[in-house]
């Protein structure tokens, strides 16, 4: 039985100590632990906070109004 990390007899105490030890891998560890639940939580959250979807298509054109164009008054650019 001691061929077993020390992880997986005292698994707190060994995160404890890998806070202290080896802080970078074992926050990078933390957070990237969370990652997975992001592909669940992440829609609905960004349903909730009013991003829409299907998004509405981006325009390649300007649109052109109908009609004629008003004349400009009120500037001195002759």
């Given at each position: 039985?001691?061929?077993?990390?020390?992880?997986?007899?005292?698994?707190?105490?060994?995160?404890?100590?890998?806070?202290?030890?080896?802080?970078?891998?074992?926050?990078?560890?933390?957070?990237?632990?969370?990652?997975?639940?992001?592909?669940?939580i992440g829609p609905?959250?960004?349903?909730?906070?009013?991003?829409?979807?299907?998004r509405p298509p981006?325009?390649?054109?300007?649109?052109?109004?109908?009609?004629?164009?008003?004349?400009?008054?009120?500037?001195?650019?002759?």
């Amino acid at each position: 039985m001691s061929a077993y990390p020390r992880f997986f007899k005292e698994p707190i105490r060994y995160m404890r100590w890998a806070a202290i030890e080896k802080p970078a891998i074992f926050w990078s560890l933390v957070i990237g632990s969370f990652g997975p639940a992001f592909f669940v939580i992440g829609p609905v959250t960004r349903r909730l906070a009013g991003d829409q979807y299907p998004r509405p298509p981006i325009p390649l054109t300007y649109p052109i109004p109908s009609g004629p164009r008003k004349q400009l008054s009120g500037y001195d650019d002759e």
